[in-house]
């Protein structure tokens, strides 16, 4: 027992000390150093995922960040689990950082440290998902229950019958039963779909497991298919699939992102229609708020949705001609 306890303080140890290093020797920092270049430091908390959507996020940050004079440190605090969103929120305290930016999920002890933080006076942007029983200073994202209503309305238009929805619930992108629930809601409300939902949870970006996911789907009935998918990696992966397999007319596949690729396999018929949410504007518009929260040293409380867009097959030649 002892040799398993020491075993698992050495790995949690690993994992916490390059972050320690760089909470010390910023904390080392006087702090008049940093205002007088008037260069502030945001710690962000991203998913570490490769999904577009998390890249689009990723360069509005990075771009407005540039123009506000802003020093983001992201690359080091990607997280894989809700253990280290509070170590890095931890750390954010004591190194007295100017300002952070959270990729909003739930969990009681993470909404703790974000009260702390508000104590210390440490603003707190809340991004995608929100996390409204926070202290939070602002969110800027999407709506789940408008991607749920937008689903709903274009499961009500299908002419085919339907015998099971299929969510690919991405807890990893999109986490937290509070999402997952105003979804629901805005599908339901839409859509008389109750008994025929099968939610199926994944907690990773692995396109591997997507395939047994939409393999296992099949094997039990490969008619009135319809898939949901919250990722860009996730569409395309079960787009892939069905073209491989030849069944595509046999499955009813709603997507989300903009890739080229995605708006092809809309084109084409494959994909039914895909749901975007503008990950760069969300990016962008998240260190407007912070800079101006920052400036004016005072809590605002504001949220900010932002429009979903929808391309189908009617509209598709008019995103096609922006891709290009």
């Given at each position: 027992m002892k040799i398993k306890l020491k075993y698992l303080v050495g790995i949690n140890i690993l994992l916490f000390?390059?972050?320690?290093?760089?909470?010390?020797?910023?904390?080392?920092?006087?702090?008049?150093?940093?205002?007088?270049?008037?260069?502030?430091?945001i710690m962000v908390m991203l998913p570490d995922s490769t999904d577009d959507f998390i890249i689009q996020?990723?360069?509005?940050?990075?771009?407005?960040?540039?123009?506000?004079?802003?020093?983001?440190?992201?690359?080091?605090?990607?997280?894989?689990?809700?253990?280290?969103?509070?170590?890095?929120?931890?750390?954010?305290?004591?190194?007295?950082i100017d300002g952070v930016m959270l990729y909003g999920v739930e969990d009681k002890k993470i909404e703790e440290t974000i009260q702390h933080l508000t104590n210390l006076k440490v603003p707190v942007i809340t991004i995608v998902n929100d996390m409204k029983q926070t202290s939070?200073?602002?969110?800027?994202?999407?709506?789940?229950?408008?991607?749920?209503?937008?689903?709903?309305?274009?499961?009500?238009?299908?002419?085919?019958?339907?015998?099971?929805?299929?969510?690919?619930?991405?807890?990893?992108?999109?986490?937290?039963?509070?999402?997952?629930?105003?979804?629901?809601?805005?599908?339901?409300?839409?859509?008389?779909?109750?008994?025929?939902?099968?939610?199926?949870?994944?907690?990773?970006?692995?396109?591997?497991?997507?395939?047994?996911?939409?393999?296992?789907?099949?094997?039990?009935?490969?008619?009135g298919q319809v898939i949901i998918c919250s990722t860009a990696a996730d569409t395309l992966s079960v787009a892939r699939f069905v073209v491989d397999r030849k069944m595509v007319g046999q499955v009813v596949i709603i997507g989300y992102g903009m890739q080229q690729e995605l708006i092809e396999y809309v084109e084409k018929d494959i994909v039914n229609s895909i749901i975007y949410g503008n990950g760069y504007k969300i990016g962008e518009m998240g260190i407007e708020v912070l800079a101006k929260v920052m400036a004016d040293n005072k809590q605002i409380q504001t949220e900010s949705i932002l429009p979903l867009t929808i391309i189908n097959k009617n509209n598709v030649s008019d995103y096609k001609k922006v891709q290009e």
């Open positions: 000390f390059p972050l320690l290093i760089y909470s010390v020797m910023y904390l080392n920092t006087p702090r008049e150093s940093r205002d007088s270049s008037n260069l502030k430091h996020l990723k360069q509005g940050l990075e771009t407005k960040a540039k123009e506000y004079q802003l020093i983001l440190e992201m690359e080091n605090t990607k997280f894989k689990t809700l253990e280290e969103i509070h170590q890095y929120l931890e750390i954010s305290a004591y190194a007295k939070r200073d602002a969110f800027i994202g999407v709506s789940a229950y408008e991607i749920g209503k937008n689903i709903g309305d274009i499961l009500k238009e299908l002419t085919v019958d339907i015998d099971q929805v299929n969510i690919l619930d991405n807890q990893f992108v999109y986490g937290g039963e509070a999402y997952q629930t105003r979804l629901l809601e805005g599908i339901l409300l839409h859509a008389d779909i109750g008994n025929k939902i099968n939610r199926i949870i994944k907690n990773n970006d692995d396109t591997l497991e997507t395939s047994e996911i939409v393999e296992n789907i099949f094997r039990k009935s490969q008619q």
